[in-house]
T-cell receptor
Framework: EPEVTQTPSHQVTQMGQEVILRCVPI?????FYWYRQILGQKVEFLVS????????KSEIFDDQFSVERPDGSNFTLKIRSTKLEDSAMYFC?????????????FGQGTRLTVV | SQQGEEDPQALSIQEGENATMNCSYK?????LQWYRQNSGRGLVHLIL?????REKHSGRLRVTLDTSKKSSSLLITASRAADTASYFC???????????FGTGTRLTIIP
């Protein structure tokens, strides 16, 4: 069964460093998302991406963050100059666009720890 | 209350019993989805109910949606130990259908 894959599963980085979280969405999906979940808190929307551009972003998604689809399969989230409060589980999700009301499929997440 | 709040926050039941979790939301929605999350793991999609639907079944899962009350419930029948997890409702908005998640219900099934 097709699935969203994320790498790495766990990343530890020093404060101030840049990290890139990688995702391979399901191949025929057209909408891509990043969410994050700080330990013990809600899953929060960060950004949605469609047709090679950001379609919507939350207040959390400031200039520190960027997304890219460098080729036909990968979807990346870059966090520049990481802060301690960026420590969270980051989830990638994808969805088929044709027909509304379609479910979003999530990856297993990348646990980012900023030290 | 916030968009997408589940209650109870935690629920412990004996294996074989039914588990009911509720979700309330505040704004108009396009659909409502339920997800399961095992401890520290990814989100597994369980079921999607459209705003014009009132009830939906999938295996041991039954979901209801009352748009007039802005609430939904998830019923898991004949619970099993493997159902132990956190359950989240998420409302899908119009357009991008980004999801707004609730606070979750931590379900523990006691063997």
């Amino acid at each position: 069964e097709p699935e969203v894959t994320q790498t790495p599963s766990h990343q530890v980085t020093q404060m101030g460093q840049e990290v890139i979280l990688r995702c391979v969405p399901i191949s025929n999906h057209l909408y891509f998302y990043w969410y994050r979940q700080i330990l013990g808190q809600k899953v929060e929307f960060l950004v949605s991406f469609y047709n090679n551009e950001i379609s919507e972003k939350s207040e959390i998604f400031d200039d520190q963050f960027s997304v890219e689809r460098p080729d036909g399969s990968n979807f990346t989230l870059k966090i520049r100059s990481t802060k301690l409060e960026d420590s969270a589980m980051y989830f990638c999700a994808s969805r088929v666009r044709e027909g509304v009301n379609t479910e979003a499929f999530f990856g297993q997440g990348t646990r980012l720890t900023v030290v | 209350s916030q968009q997408g709040e589940e209650d109870p926050q935690a629920l412990s039941i004996q294996e074989g019993e039914n588990a009911t979790m509720n979700c309330s939301y505040k704004t108009s929605i396009n659909n409502l989805q339920w997800y399961r999350q095992n401890s520290g793991r990814g989100l597994v999609h369980l079921i999607l109910i459209r705003s014009n639907e009132r009830e939906k079944h999938s295996g041991r899962l039954r979901v209801t949606l009352d748009t007039s009350k802005k609430s939904s419930s998830l019923l898991i029948t004949a619970s099993r130990a493997a159902d132990t997890a956190s359950y989240f409702c998420a409302t899908g908005d119009f357009g991008n259908e980004k999801l707004t998640f609730g606070t979750g219900t931590r379900l523990t099934i006691i063997p």
